[in-house]
């Protein structure tokens, strides 16, 4: 009885020392990348139209749709009919403007267009240790249950992604240049990061990466959440919705670390049904994928997901995890650089023939051994092949 113990502190202390080191090397990578980030935002921002088929309307045309109407309670009916009609992007379905979405056989560009958004959010890596530098250099905010999604404000309308690249909403607002009234020019866009509540139809912001066309990725995250609070004050973003201000936008506080400020994140009332808590070390720059200097704890007291469950919320059985398939026949986590979870057979490399592909997602089932980690290294991973993973999973 006495050895487990022993084995698992061990294995938790060599847990924690990869992760650290991991964040260690993070950070200097950060102090010798020189990333000219002006040039990707504004492609964000303004893309090639050829490369946007999937928009059958410019942001402005949208905005248009709101301006024009008669009343700001018509203008608001509207608008939400024609949002739920366009959730969806498939065949035959309305489109985000309440237009019969134009589809020709081939979905070439607007696959393209959507990996390209697909890949623009930072990624938070799991909490599975506690940072050394935790009190010091780290801050904590508490982020609503929600969609996680890109938001740009550009050619005189807004437009917000999900985490797959796909559209979300087109809407006018009161960001620069995210409707006709806010006065901008063409290269005064915007770039947010934020989840939309759907309880309260609110926008809450996590972080922001370019405002009024000046890019902030290469900025250490303390600077872009002052940019945040300061920036998003100055302008009437923050106002109640109306027609030319459609949804609802607040910022997300961030507190330091200290005991006072981790349990005011945690367990403080909010006007929201709350969804797990990000750490942000506070130099770190604004990735694009996964980081280890962005962290998300989640647990029953501050998330009602922190497990997976099926669609009824009932807990499953076995918990799944989504792998990736490499070239060396391993598969391994997302993670940069990526963990290596296991090696593929023999015969389940036979099984698949000309399906495998470096990249390609698949999904496992957790057995009762889970996963065995030895001086922070997996050595262990029992795991059981289930089916294909969503190769667009956001």
């Keep these: 009885m006495s050895e487990a113990p022993r084995r698992n502190i061990k294995a938790m202390k060599g847990l924690a020392e990869t992760q650290q080191r991991r964040r260690d090397q993070a950070m200097e990578r950060q102090k010798t990348a020189r990333r000219d980030l002006a040039v990707?935002?504004?492609?964000?921002?303004?893309?090639?139209?050829?490369?946007?088929?999937?928009?059958?309307?410019?942001p402005q045309q949208t905005c248009e749709m709101y301006e024009n109407a008669e009343s700001a309670a018509a203008a608001s009916v509207s608008s939400m009919e024609m949002e739920k009609e366009g959730t969806r992007e498939n065949g035959g379905q309305k489109g985000e403007n309440g237009e019969t979405a134009r589809y020709s056989p081939s979905c070439t560009n607007q696959d393209s267009s959507r990996s390209f958004y697909a890949t623009q959010l930072v990624s938070p890596e799991w909490m599975v240790d506690i940072p050394?530098?935790?009190?010091?250099?780290w801050y904590v905010l508490s982020h609503p249950e929600g969609e996680r999604c890109l938001v740009i404000a550009t050619r005189g309308g807004t437009i917000t992604r999900r985490r797959n690249g796909s559209i979300l909403h087109k809407f006018p607002s009161w960001l620069p240049n995210g409707s006709r009234a806010a006065n901008a020019s063409n290269e005064q866009y915007?770039?947010?990061?934020?989840?939309?509540?759907?309880?309260?139809?609110?926008?809450?912001?996590?972080?922001?990466?370019?405002?009024?066309?000046q890019a902030v990725y290469d900025c250490a995250y303390e600077f872009?959440?002052?940019?945040?609070?300061?920036?998003?004050?100055?302008?009437r973003v923050l106002e109640e919705p109306g027609p030319l201000h459609r949804y609802r936008f607040a910022i997300l506080p961030a507190c330091e670390c200290s005991p006072a400020g981790l349990q005011e994140a945690y367990a403080a009332p909010v006007p929201y049904v709350r969804g797990g808590l990000l750490f942000y070390n506070r130099e770190?720059?604004?990735?694009?994928?996964?980081?280890?200097?962005?962290?998300?704890?989640?647990?029953a007291q501050c998330s009602r997901w922190f497990i997976d469950t099926d669609r009824n919320g009932n807990v499953l059985?076995?918990?799944?995890?989504?792998?990736?398939?490499?070239?060396?026949?391993?598969?391994?986590?997302?993670?940069?650089?990526?963990?290596?979870?296991?090696?593929?057979?023999?015969?389940?490399k036979e099984h698949f023939q000309d399906k495998l592909r470096p990249?390609?997602?698949?999904?496992?089932?957790?057995?009762?051994?889970?996963?065995?980690?030895?001086?922070?290294?997996?050595?262990?991973?029992?795991?059981?092949?289930e089916a294909l993973g969503?190769?667009?999973?956001?």
């Design 284 to 299: 770190s720059h604004y990735e694009l994928g996964p980081s280890p200097l962005v962290l998300h704890w989640k647990d």
């Design 317 to 348: 059985p076995q918990q799944r995890v989504i792998l990736s398939y490499t070239l060396d026949n391993t598969l391994v986590t997302g993670d940069d650089p990526p963990v290596v979870m296991a090696s593929m057979p023999a015969a389940f």
């Design 390 to 394: 969503n190769q667009r999973r956001g």
């Design 40 to 58: 990707h935002a504004r492609r964000l921002a303004i893309p090639d139209d050829s490369s946007s088929q999937e928009q059958s309307t410019t």
């Design 224 to 235: 872009r959440m002052f940019w945040v609070q300061s920036k998003l004050s100055e302008t």
């Design 132 to 137: 050394q530098d935790l009190q010091k250099n």
């Design 359 to 385: 990249g390609l997602l698949m999904k496992f089932v957790i057995g009762d051994q889970g996963l065995q980690v030895v001086d922070g290294r997996p050595m262990i991973a029992d795991i059981h092949y």
């Design 190 to 213: 915007c770039i947010l990061d934020a989840v939309f509540h759907e309880p309260d139809q609110t926008y809450y912001v996590i972080d922001l990466m370019c405002w009024k066309g």
